[in-house]
């Protein structure tokens, strides 16, 4: 998907930073189909134009941002979310991840490292400001390390995965973007994500995130 092709939706309450982020995403060739400066009409602007990208404030007034990223990505499973926060605190990063959003940027990134952000949140990478990585996979272990629900236990045996789609799956459990796992494995990023897509579909899960749990829980990561 080229920057042209990506619809970019971005909502902030504060209208000069609204109006700047748009400014330089059009800028960079991104089609910036709308803003919002509330969490209540950044949800039904987004049902209206479908968005691929939506860059998203947490501090919001009407509604808050993680209920915003919740309800939109619901509705919308193929939605990306990066969520663009003046606020670095821990709670707040995997709030965010745990609501949806696909990657987190504090506000203090350069306009450079907004539009690569974007960019890369298109094709389904994960993007995080520095350090902020880390700890969304620990708390990724963490979640996988608590016992499963007892509903659970009566499941249908997974479907099977090919060779290929589970040696992509481990590589997303270690963090490794997309375009570190084609380069890995000496294959196309489209196929890459052409993989992760098969893969989705099969275990009948909805994003990356839920992905990135699956792989953990059954240990993929360490392998």
Sequence with gaps: MTEQQTKVMVVDDHPMWRDAVARDLAEAGFDVVATAGDGEQAVRRAHAVSPDVLVLDLNLPAKPGVQVCKELVAAHPALRVLVLSASGEH??????????????LLKSASTEELIDAV???????PVFTPGLAGLVLGEYRRLASEPAPVTGRDEPKA????????????LV?????????AERLVISHRTVQNHVQN?????????????????????LDDA
């Design 199 to 219: 893969t989705l579909g099969k275990l009948q899960l909805h994003n990356r995130v839920e992905l990135v749990r699956y792989a953990i829980e059954r240990g």
């Design 159 to 170: 479907p099977r995965l090919t060779e290929r789609e589970t040696e992509v799956l481990r």
């Design 173 to 181: 459990a270690k963090g490794l973007s997309y375009k570190q796992i």
């Design 91 to 104: 709670a707040d990063v995997l709030e965010a991840v745990k609501s949806g959003a696909t990657g987190y």
């Design 119 to 125: 960019r890369r949140t298109a094709v389904g990478d």
